[in-house]
């Protein structure tokens, strides 16, 4: 801390309780450099946080599930007070959720938060790294980060899917279909690691109370411990900040984590669990009771995943058929490469974003300033084409749904995202990085010509032209503070002393690529041309006003 | 998937006109309708009564018939075109009342225009007119007759019976309906219908003649208890008052996930940016003279 | 234009020596404005009152969701326009939700209005370790290496490496007995020569005069019940494979294939109903064009084409169980299917 306000003399202590502690574990040390921790104040820091929170809120009401949720797959018939399903036999597993949903008082609404929160858990997490990935704060010193962030993300789908398979309902049961058909069709050891998994066939009776313990253990708890590092290297890291007069990358700058941040995230903890809470109360989702107990003969119209499994389904849907046979096994490419190929390649190139960016740029500087999204146009496309490849294949996942609510043929919507699920990531990315320009070129006119003042003038010729006010000197700087981006060049071909340069080919491909990457970003003016630009400016509205070529002439050069 | 009605105003239109071309006919039939009804009323045990009070109905039909059905279905019923996959009206030779008692009492005939499916709208026709009809097409050959009324009356349905309906409706019906009734996707721009404020005569009827793309059920295989049971569950299902909210639609997982990210998320971006927004600041003003808590800055 | 603010070639690493500075000089923080409530003591005062307002309304709100509890019966309904709701849950929930958004929203409007809203400054450092803590670190684990004789004694380090490999098999072989072997059993089904073909969920038998065309049955054997009795587990996984729908179709509509002339009884054919894709039950049925869609990824089948896919992701046509009729007039399955039903598996060949 920079505060070096009068220091309390030497002889304070602390109250007893945190005395007896600090004699113990040293706390007061931990607190000295934590107590007034700076964050920079900024919106979207806060989606990290709604994360974090859902997660809390998720294992509190998880908690409070298992003390009525029976993880069993046994039959029993169906006794309890929804009249609708009486005398059915169920498992266990499914008569208990509904003993929580009708005959648990709050259980229906510690269900239905526990569901909102990993609707909502995952999308935060999802928009946080969207808001990572385009300010680039993935960028050294924090690629560890990214990728411990991206484990969680991983965890927390995979996590939420099991979750959504616990009551042994209609829905959840068609799902585990699923998953166990695409499982079995795994080339080589699929029908055996199905059979280990489900303890023999479909659907068997062990699924859920093994299902359960991976959900209520061994996940949450790898989560844990990932929530655990992400945090602590932000609080070794420092958190990252927007540029801006006074933010530098050797400091940060906002609000002290005592009081400000506590009032400010505790507080958001808080709002985050009254919204989860008030969707709980006002929101029905996955009402159980109308899917009725799973049965393997049964399905619904509308079988679908929850939202985050929705773009791996749709990369199922939108795949034609097809599979080989050959020397006596078949081989299910209509499995395989929709979700044993294209989603793992798409995962992989997400987590490694960081490494890839880093290779082909040839930076390997520390960031603590974060990209504006349209100074990196490049990386900001490409951010859209991910999104945009993300978001046809979730479409694809409720290509029914869109089929019926549009108006349109489900046999059209399948062919159109076929071929949209390529074209339309390069559309998007092109479009996007046009856009990304467009909007340096208007910074850049703002930088050099200033803000458009609304004044019209008129010239004594009778032209007419709008006066231009500078902008602030906060303003120029923060339109400023970036990297200008330059290419990795390859070196000369051989060194000093005739020795070929090694990895030559691959150097080339980098240059190749980063080329690409930087080619058409604007660079940001230099001193020089800002100072012309604002002398011209300057001139050009005493030549307007005044208006005579001689005045012009003995004008000075300067401003 | 709520019915569709978009085209409800050109279907009023329309019929309006048609109404308008046979409006003489229709008070004649009106008339010619009481008189039967009130014969037949007045003597219920002549057969003989009974059999011309028929067949001046089905003169009636015929007639009907021949205005508003026979341009797709033929003069005598025979169907034009192929009468498979495209609606160009298929033969209705033995289809039997009851399918045009679906048909045209759930408006979806006479269809607006050939399509991929043809819509439920208000239907066009009395229900005086529609047993004219129908008694007219299952005079052409047997077929499926109305049911009768207490086939379909749930009022004395058991729960036992109500739980019943729901393992039949989940294992015949959810595929293409889903889990509460609300309809779903079928290939190349058709699609199942949603079964809320359906009349259980005709969800009974559906099931006896499978309309369009629609399977028949027929009260051989899935008997008149076995209906009874299913509209008896459906309407439990459309009578239930979701516990837990708005239903948001009861179309399952899509339409959860698509709240979350509006109004979850949303809304806590929203609460994010407030956290995050600088508040009106007093422009121009020097240090506070009043609060200690301002001057503690650094 | 600095060089400070290029990209640095790879093999020249540098930390953190990068200012932003050029082409504007960084002017410095922004003064501080002050907020309405630094500067009034009203306005202090009454963003004071509206923080303490909210934080007692969560209190009662909490107090009111215990009182609902206990006061509002389990089964009772509310109802406003489309909103409904179980009236204990919806109360509890709307307490509770609005009392905790409250608590939030005094928390971040007092750090707001009232709490010191000047910026700090924070000094960071850099991510790496100082030479001199590298230099020490290197020493001791040197030392401790050198100690240990790790490197030196192969012996010990050998075994000790292959010893540790070997705790490996035991980690995977205990994992043994989650599942049994698959065996055949994905090749089999309880249907067999002379099994009845019956109606899901009723278990009645069929006729084939009780079908007429366009009719659809979700069906099953008649040996499936009986199995409930037993075991529970055995009958949902005979379930899972033995579902099967019946159909009748135009029999001037069907195109049979070859080697299948007497598998279906004047129109009516019968096919497995678990999708040959990844084994949803489907009966999405369409009885003017024969196609069966699937729900799950919407692989349409043409039932009067053996079954052919048409649509959708599915590989295979359904597996098609030849029927026939019993003596007492019932449809019955000629022999068990003729090839394992659902999806692929790598030993199906």
């Known amino acids: 801390m920079s505060d070096t306000k009068e220091k309390a003399p030497a002889t304070a202590e602390f109250p007893p309780p945190v005395k007896w502690l600090d004699d113990r574990l040293g706390v007061g040390k931990i607190g000295r450099k934590n107590l007034r921790k700076v964050f920079p104040d900024h919106w979207s820091f806060m989606l990290g946080e709604i994360a974090l929170y859902s997660f809390i809120i998720l294992i509190l009401t998880g908690i409070f599930l298992t003390f009525w949720f029976k993880p069993s797959m046994a039959e029993i018939e169906y006794q309890g007070s929804y009249s609708l399903l009486k005398g059915l036999h169920m498992s266990e597993a499914y008569a208990s959720t509904l003993d929580i949903s009708f005959d648990i008082r709050g259980g229906l609404l510690m269900r239905q938060i526990h569901h909102w929160a990993a609707v909502l858990f995952i999308a935060a997490m999802m928009v946080h790294l969207l808001r990572t990935f385009f300010t680039g704060a993935f960028r050294k010193p924090r690629e560890l980060n990214w990728v411990v962030g991206f484990g969680m993300l991983f965890l927390g789908i995979i996590e939420g899917f099991i979750g959504y398979g616990l009551p042994d309902d209609l829905l959840s049961g068609t799902g585990l279909r699923i998953t166990q058909g695409m499982i079995q069709a795994s080339p080589v050891i699929g029908t055996y690691l199905s059979f280990f998994i489900f303890g023999g066939e479909f659907p068997g009776d062990d699924m859920v109370s093994r299902f359960f313990t991976v959900h209520v253990l061994l996940i949450p708890g790898l989560i844990l411990v990932l929530v655990t590092l992400h945090l602590f290297l932000v609080v070794y890291h420092k958190h990252t900040q927007y540029a801006g007069p006074g933010r530098t990358e050797k400091n940060v700058v906002g609000y002290p984590l005592m009081p400000v941040y506590m009032a400010k995230a505790g507080g958001f903890f808080f709002v985050v669990f009254g919204v989860t809470a008030l969707m709980g109360a006002l929101l029905q989702i996955n009402p159980v009771w109308l899917y009725g107990p799973y049965n393997p003969a049964e399905v619904t119209a509308g079988s679908q995943p929850d939202w985050y499994m929705g773009w791996l389904e749709g990369s199922v849907r939108i795949m034609p058929g097809f599979e080989s046979h050959f020397w006596g096994v078949t081989l299910s490419w209509n499995l395989l490469i929709p979700a044993l190929l294209i989603p793992p390649a798409f995962v992989t190139l997400v987590a490694l974003y960081p490494f890839i960016e880093s290779w082909i740029t040839g930076d390997k500087r520390e960031h603590h300033i974060l990209d504006r999204p349209r100074n990196v146009p490049t990386r900001t496309g490409i951010g859209a084409a991910f999104i945009t490849f993300y978001g046809l294949l979730w479409i694809g996942g409720g290509n029914d749904l869109v089929a019926t609510h549009f108006d349109v043929s489900l046999n059209k919507v399948t062919w159109f995202l076929r071929f949209a699920v390529f074209l339309g990531p390069v559309l998007a990315f092109w479009v996007t990085r046009r856009i990304a320009i467009s909007l340096q070129r208007a910074d850049e006119e703002r930088l050099l010509h200033g803000l458009e003042s609304g004044i019209i003038v008129r010239s004594p010729d009778g032209g007419y032209s709008e006066r231009h006010t500078p902008i602030s000197n906060y303003e120029a700087y923060e339109l400023t503070a970036h990297d200008r981006l330059v290419p990795y060049e390859v070196g000369p071909e051989t060194d000093d002393n005739g020795v070929r340069a090694p990895r030559r080919a691959l150097n080339k491909l980098r240059a190749k690529l980063s080329h690409f990457y930087y080619a058409d970003a604007v660079q940001k003016p230099t001193a020089a041309e800002i100072e012309d630009a604002h002398s011209h400016g300057h001139d050009d509205d005493v030549h307007e006003l005044t208006d005579t070529e001689a005045f012009h002439e003995v004008t000075p050069d300067k401003h | ?298 | 234009m600095s060089d400070k603010n290029l990209p640095v070639k790879a093999d020249d690493e540098q930390h953190g020596a990068v200012e932003v500075a050029e082409p504007i000089a960084d002017p410095g923080l922004e003064p501080h404005e002050y907020r309405i409530t630094d500067i009034d003591p009203k306005a202090a005062d009454r963003a004071e009152r509206q923080v303490a307002t909210m934080f007692t309304l969560a209190g009662l709100l909490f107090l009111g969701a215990c009182v609902g509890y206990f006061a509002i019966p389990r089964d009772a309904i509310l109802e406003f326009g489309p909103l409904t709701g179980n009236a204990n849950n919806m109360t509890l929930g709307l307490c509770l939700g609005l009392g905790l958004f409250l608590i939030g929203a005094g928390a971040i409007q007092w750090a707001k209005q009232l709490m010191v809203d000047t910026e700090v400054i924070e000094l960071r450092h850099d991510a790496n370790s100082s030479p001199e803590q590298k230099a020490d670190i290197i020493e001791g684990f040197n030392e401790g290496a050198a100690e240990s004789g790790f490197g030196r004694r192969k012996l010990i380090r050998r075994s000790l490496l292959a010893s540790m490999g070997l705790l490996g098999l035991p980690a995977i072989v205990l994992l043994r007995d989650l599942g049994p072997l698959p065996g055949r059993s994905l090749y089999n089904t309880i249907w067999a020569k002379g099994v009845r073909v019956v109606n899901d969920v009723t278990d009645r038998p069929i006729k084939p005069s009780d079908l007429v065309v366009g009719q659809l049955v979700n069906a099953q054997p008649a040996n499936l019940t009986p199995i409930q009795e037993e075991s529970p587990v055995e009958y949902q996984n005979a379930k899972a494979k033995a579902a099967v729908i019946v159909v009748r179709i135009e029999p001037a509509k069907i195109r049979t294939k070859p080697g299948r002339e007497n598998w279906g009884i004047d129109g009516i054919l019968c096919y497995s109903k678990i999708c040959t894709h990844v084994g949803c039950p489907i009966s999405l049925y369409e009885q003017t064009t024969h196609h069966v869609l699937c729900p799950c990824h919407q692989s349409t089948f043409d039932l009067a084409d053996s079954a052919k896919v048409i649509f959708g992701p599915a590989a295979r046509p359904l597996p098609q169980l030849p029927l026939a009729v019993d003596a007492e007039g019932y449809l019955v399955a000629q022999s068990g299917f003729t090839e394992p039903v659902g999806p692929s598996f790598w030993e199906r060949g």
């Open chain 2, 1 to 298: 998937m709520s019915e569709k009605r978009t085209s409800l105003s050109p279907a009023r239109f329309l019929s309006a006109r048609r109404r308008h071309r046979s409006a003489g006919l229709v008070v004649l039939l009106f008339g010619l309708l009481a008189v039967g009804s009130a014969y037949a009323a007045f003597a219920p045990g002549s057969a003989v009564a009974d059999n011309s009070a028929q067949s001046q109905q089905i003169e009636e039909g015929k007639k009907l018939f021949a205005v508003g059905c026979s341009s797709c279905h033929g003069l005598n019923a025979e169907g034009s075109g192929n009468g498979e996959g495209d609606m160009a009206g298929p033969s209705l030779i033995g289809v039997g009342a009851a399918a045009v008692d679906f048909q045209v009492g759930t408006g979806r005939m006479p269809a607006m225009q050939p399509g991929a499916q043809v819509p439920r709208k208000t239907p066009t026709y009395t229900p005086e007119e529609i047993e004219a009809l129908a008694a007219y097409v299952a005079s052409l050959a047997p077929g499926p007759a109305v049911p009768a009324t207490d086939s379909y009356d749930i009022s004395k349905v058991t729960d036992e019976q109500v739980t019943r309906g729901g393992e039949l409706f989940r294992t015949n019906c959810t595929a293409c309906h889903n889990f509460a009734g609300k309809g779903g996707a079928l290939p190349n721009g058709k699609y199942a219908p949603s079964l809320m404020n359906v009349d259980p005569k005709h969800i009974y009827e559906a099931m006896l003649t499978g309309p369009q793309q629609m399977p028949v059920f027929s009260d051989q295989v899935m008997l008149p208890e076995d209906k009874r049971d299913i509209i008896a569950y459906l309407h439990a299902l459309q009578e239930q008052k979701d516990p837990g909210g708005f239903g948001l639609g009861r179309l399952g997982p899509v339409s959860e996930g698509l709240w979350g990210w509006l109004v979850g998320i949303g809304l806590l971006v929203a609460v994010a940016v407030w956290i995050g927004a600088k508040g009106v600041k007093a422009k121009g003003h020097g240090a506070p003279g009043a609060k200690a808590e301002g001057a503690k800055a650094e």
